[in-house]
C-alpha cells in the first residue's frame, strides 16, 4: 500500500470529525486499556502454570485478586467500549454524510450536466465503511500499537535480548504487510472499478429499459453484465489469495519469533546448557513467551487490519474529493437582508463560462421591471439555461453582477443576499425539475413554510391537477408515475406554494402537448410577480410582455 497516500486520504476528512475528537481518544483508551488487561491475564496465567510447574508453588492471594480484578475490568471495559464506539460510529456517521451532503449542495446545482447523483450515492456508501474505520478500527490499531509498546518496554527489562527478537520479528511483520498491501490495493482498485463500472452498467439497463427491449437489447446487455461479474469475481478470488497468502507468512513469522524468544529466555534461564549464569527464573519463562507471544500478536494484528485497508483508501478518496469539492457560490460575509415589496431582475455586464470552456456569456445585460412577464430567447447552447441559473444563484457570474431590484430601482446583488431570503424571494421550476418522494403535499411543502390545505388544494385547482391527483397520494420515486406534462405542473404548483416574488422558468414547457402549454402559459400570466421564461415556443413566448435574446451583442445595464 502507498502507506503516505493511505495516511493522506484518511486525514482528510479527520477536520470534519475534529468535534468527535473526545469520543475518539475515549474510545482509544478504553480500547488499549482492555487489550492491556487481556494481555497481563494471558501473562498472568503463564506466570502461574511456570511457577506451579517449576517450583509446584500454586498462586496466592495477590494473584488472585489480580486475575478476579482484571477479569471484572475487562467486562466492564468491553461493555462501555461497545457503548461509546457504537455512539461515535453514529455521529461520525452523520457528520460525514453531513459534510458531504453540505458540498455537493454547494458545488452541484449549476452543474446540470454532471452524473452528480452517482457520484454522490457511491460516496454515500463509502461512508457506511469509513464509519467503523474512524470508531472503531483506528482505536484498535493505536491499541495494538499501545500493547507492543509496553510489551516490548516490560520483555527489554526482563531480558533484552528477547525484546530484541519481538522488534526483528514486529519489523519483519511489518515491512512485509506494506509489501503486500501494494499489491493488494493495486488488486483491489482494479475489482473496484470493474465493480463501479458494473453497476453504472446495471443502473444505464434499468433506466433505459423501455430502449433495451424495444432495440432487442437485453441478450448483448445480459452477456455484458456476466463477463463484467466473472472479471469482478476472478479479481476477487486473486486479492483473497495473496491475502491467504499474506497471512500464512505473518502465521510463520509470529512462530520464528515465539521460537526465537523461547530459545533467548531458555538460555537465559540456563536451561540449555550446563552451569550458564542464569538471568531468568525457569519459572519465569513462560510468563515471557506469553509477553512476546501477546506483543507480537497485537502487531500481527495490527498489519491485518492496515492490509485490508485497501478499499477503505480508495472510498476515503471519494469521500474527500466530495466534501472538498469547491464551491460554486460562496456565502457572502455579512449577508443582506431584502426589502419587502415586488423585486425586478437586473443582469448587469455579466460574463460566465464554465470551467475549460468557451465563454457562454460576455458582457450580457437585461433588466426585468418588478411585476414584469419576459421571454428569454437565443439558439440551443446560447446560455438561456445558464442565465436562469445565474439568476436563481446556482452559480455565480465571473464578472459583472446579477442583482434583485426593489421598487425604486436599488439593486441588491443576489451574490450579498441572505440564502433565506434569496431562496424566499426567488423559485425556479427547472428544464427537469424533480418531484421528490412522498405525498403531494410534501413536495408542496418543501422549501416553504405552513400553507393551509386549502390554499394548496387551491394551487392544485389553478394548474388543473385537482382531477388526477390529491394532497395525500404518493408521487413515488422523482414522480416517475406521472407524464411529463403532469409533472411539469405540479413542479410549477411547487414554486408557486413558495409565494415568490420572482419566478424563473427554465423551457418548462418545451415538451408539453398545446393545451398543458396553454394552462402552463395561464397559470404563469396570473402571476403576479416577476418573471423569466426561457423557451423556444412561440405560444408561450406570445403571453409575455417582452422578450430578451440571451445571443445579443453586449449592452451597457441601466442604471
Ligand atoms: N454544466 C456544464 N458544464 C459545461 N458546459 C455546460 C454546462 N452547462 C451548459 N454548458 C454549455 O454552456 C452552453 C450554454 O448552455 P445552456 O444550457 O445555458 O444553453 P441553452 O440556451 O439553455 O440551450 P438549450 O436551448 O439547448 O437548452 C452550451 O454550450 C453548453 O454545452
Not at 325 to 340: N, Y
Not at 434 to 458: A, K, Q, Y
Not at 476 to 503: D, F, I, T, Y
Request: proline share 5%; with cysteine; aromatic share 6%.
Amino acid at each position: 500500500m502507498n502507506t503516505l497516500s493511505a495516511f493522506r486520504a484518511f486525514r482528510e476528512l479527520l477536520p470534519v470529525l475534529r468535534p468527535e475528537w473526545r469520543g475518539m481518544v475515549w474510545s482509544y483508551l478504553l480500547g488499549t486499556t482492555s487489550a492491556l488487561a487481556l494481555a497481563a491475564l494471558t501473562v498472568l496465567t503463564a506466570w502461574a502454570v511456570g511457577h506451579a510447574v517449576v517450583e509446584r508453588t500454586p498462586p496466592g492471594p495477590v494473584w488472585w485478586t489480580l486475575v478476579l480484578g482484571l477479569v471484572l475490568l475487562r467486562v466492564l471495559l468491553t461493555w462501555r467500549e461497545m457503548d461509546v464506539s457504537h455512539a461515535l460510529a453514529y455521529r461520525v456517521l452523520a457528520r460525514l454524510r453531513m459534510a458531504l451532503f453540505d458540498a455537493y449542495a454547494r458545488s452541484v446545482p449549476g452543474r446540470r450536466r454532471e452524473h452528480s447523483g452517482r457520484a454522490a450515492a457511491v460516496a454515500m456508501d463509502d461512508i457506511e465503511k469509513l464509519e467503523f474505520f474512524y470508531a472503531h478500527t483506528l482505536a484498535q490499531l493505536g491499541a495494538s500499537l499501545t500493547l507492543f509498546a509496553a510489551s516490548l518496554v516490560t520483555a527489554s527489562l526482563l531480558l533484552p535480548e528477547a525484546a530484541l527478537v519481538m522488534f526483528l520479528g514486529a519489523a519483519v511483520v511489518a515491512s512485509s504487510a506494506l509489501y503486500w498491501a501494494r499489491a493488494a490495493r493495486r488488486l483491489g482498485e482494479r475489482e473496484q472499478r470493474e465493480r463501479s463500472d458494473l453497476s453504472a452498467h446495471i443502473v444505464d439497463a434499468l433506466g433505459a429499459l423501455r430502449e433495451v427491449l424495444a432495440y432487442g437489447l437485453a441478450p448483448r446487455v445480459i452477456a455484458q453484465t456476466s463477463d463484467a461479474t466473472a472479471r469482478a469475481t476472478a479479481l476477487a478470488r486473486r486479492r483473497e489469495l495473496l491475502s491467504q497468502l499474506v497471512t500464512a507468512l505473518r502465521e510463520l513469522i509470529l512462530t520464528g519469533v515465539v521460537i526465537g524468544v523461547i530459545a533467548t529466555s531458555a538460555a537465559a534461564a540456563g536451561v540449555l546448557s550446563e552451569g550458564a549464569p542464569v538471568r531468568l527464573a525457569p519459572a519465569e519463562l513462560p510468563a515471557l513467551v506469553a509477553l512476546a507471544l501477546a506483543g507480537i500478536a497485537a502487531v500481527v494484528d495490527a498489519t491485518d487490519t492496515l492490509t485490508r485497508l485497501h478499499p477503505l483508501v480508495s472510498g476515503a478518496e471519494r469521500v474527500g474529493a466530495g466534501i472538498n469539492r469547491p464551491p460554486v457560490v460562496s456565502l457572502p460575509r455579512e449577508p443582506r437582508r431584502l426589502p419587502e415589496g415586488p423585486l425586478g431582475l437586473r443582469f448587469r455586464e455579466v460574463s460566465f463560462s464554465y470551467e475549460g470552456r468557451q465563454p457562454t456569456l460576455t458582457s450580457w445585460s437585461a433588466e426585468l421591471a418588478p411585476g414584469e412577464h419576459v421571454g428569454l430567447v437565443g439558439p440551443s447552447g446560447a446560455g438561456k439555461s445558464t442565465v436562469i441559473a445565474l439568476a436563481a444563484r446556482l452559480w455565480d457570474p465571473s464578472a459583472g453582477a446579477v442583482e434583485l431590484v426593489t421598487a425604486d430601482g436599488t439593486g441588491v446583488p443576489v451574490a450579498e443576499l441572505d440564502e433565506g431570503a434569496l431562496r424566499g424571494a426567488v423559485a425556479l421550476v427547472d428544464q427537469d425539475a424533480m418531484l421528490f418522494h412522498g405525498s403531494v403535499r410534501d413536495n408542496l411543502l418543501r422549501g416553504c413554510g405552513p400553507r393551509s390545505d386549502g390554499e394548496l388544494t387551491d394551487l392544485l385547482e389553478r394548474v388543473e391537477a385537482n382531477g388526477w391527483i390529491g394532497l395525500d397520494d404518493e408521487l413515488g420515486e422523482g414522480g416517475v408515475r406521472l407524464s411529463g406534462g403532469q409533472r411539469a405542473r405540479l413542479c410549477l404548483a411547487r414554486a408557486l406554494a413558495r409565494r415568490p416574488r420572482v419566478l424563473l422558468v427554465d423551457e418548462v414547457t418545451a415538451s408539453l402537448d398545446p393545451a398543458t402549454e396553454r394552462l402552463v402559459s395561464d397559470v404563469i400570466a396570473e402571476f403576479h410577480g416577476t418573471v423569466l421564461i426561457a423557451s423556444h415556443r412561440a405560444e408561450t413566448l406570445a403571453r409575455l410582455g417582452r422578450v430578451v435574446d440571451v445571443s445579443a451583442a453586449p449592452q451597457a445595464a441601466r442604471r
